[in-house]
């Protein structure tokens, strides 16, 4: 099912939306060059989360997924089975999972988690938090498929 229209906000309308990558660059990653650029990282950290082997599932929210022509950067959870173990990843890998290196080398915003460490929650309450704007509106967000 390809990913929904904008709403007047430019948003992606409430809920969590499944996409491949490929899907999500296609709908996403195209248009003015900060945009493709961000779209490069995002396929560059996509990959790297992957090549771990612990991805349990790849949350992606904020202006990348919207309207706006130019976002900054991307905006992204990365959920990891619980037996990911954050020493057996190499030097590039474990920057994914180091907030202010992702930024820096990524030009990402990534959280992680496992699903042990939810501990008030289900971990698809946890997820729909991620729906939640600043204004306190809500959004769509986009899960990754595998």
Known sequence: MPL??????????????????????????????KRQAVAVQLRRIYALAR?????????????????????????????MRD?????????ETGKLFNHMQAEEEFKANIFWIRPSMIVLESLDQFIEHWQVKRDRTRRGIVEVRQ
């Open 4 to 33: 929904p229209n904008f709403n007047r906000a430019g948003d992606l309308p409430e809920g969590l939306h499944r996409a491949t990558i490929d899907e999500t660059l296609a709908r996403f990653g195209t248009g003015p060059p």
């Open 83 to 91: 037996d990911f173990v954050l020493g057996d990843c190499d030097k």
């Open 51 to 79: 090549e771990t082997g612990r991805l349990e599932r790849f949350i992606i929210f904020g202006s990348f997924i919207t309207g706006k022509p130019e976002p900054n950067d991307v905006d992204i959870v990365l959920i």
